[in-house]
C-alpha cells in the first residue's frame, strides 16, 4: 500500500503520457530497454571520440595507422559482442586463432 501511494505521489505531477506503468513487469521492461539505449549511446560516444585523424606530414607513418585503425576495429567488435573473441572474429570475418594473435600482439586486455 505505501509503495503505491508514493507512485501515486510521484506521478500526480506528470503530464498523463509520462505516467509511470502499474505493472511491475512492464516498468522493469522499460528500465532494461533505457539501460540498453544508454550503453548503446556511450558506446557511439566513445566510438565518435576514437574519431582522431593524423595529419599527413613528415612524420606520418602508414603502418602505425594502420595498426592504430586494427587496434581499434578489435576493440569495437569486442565491445559489441561482450568481450567474446569467437564472436568477434565472426564479425570481422578473421579466424579465431588469427583475433587472439592481434589482441596478443597489440597487447589488448579482454574481459
Known amino acids: 500500500m505505501r509503495n503505491e501511494s508514493m507512485i501515486t505521489m510521484q506521478t500526480e505531477h ?11 513487469n512492464l516498468l522493469n521492461t522499460k528500465l532494461a530497454n533505457i539501460s540498453t539505449l544508454v550503453s548503446s549511446l556511450n558506446a557511439a560516444v566513445e566510438d ?3 574519431l582522431d585523424l593524423t595529419k ?30 569467437i564472436k568477434a572474429a565472426r564479425l570481422l570475418k ?18
Open 56 to 85: 599527413m606530414d613528415e612524420q606520418f607513418d602508414f603502418y602505425h595507422e594502420v595498426e592504430r585503425f586494427e587496434i581499434k576495429l578489435i576493440k569495437s567488435a569486442l565491445r559489441i559482442t561482450g568481450g567474446s573473441q
Open 14 to 24: 506528470l503530464p498523463p503520457h509520462a505516467q509511470l506503468p502499474r505493472d511491475p
Open 48 to 50: 565518435l571520440e576514437a
Open 94 to 111: 578473421l579466424n579465431a586463432t588469427t583475433l587472439n594473435a592481434k589482441i596478443k600482439t597489440f597487447k589488448l586486455a579482454t574481459k
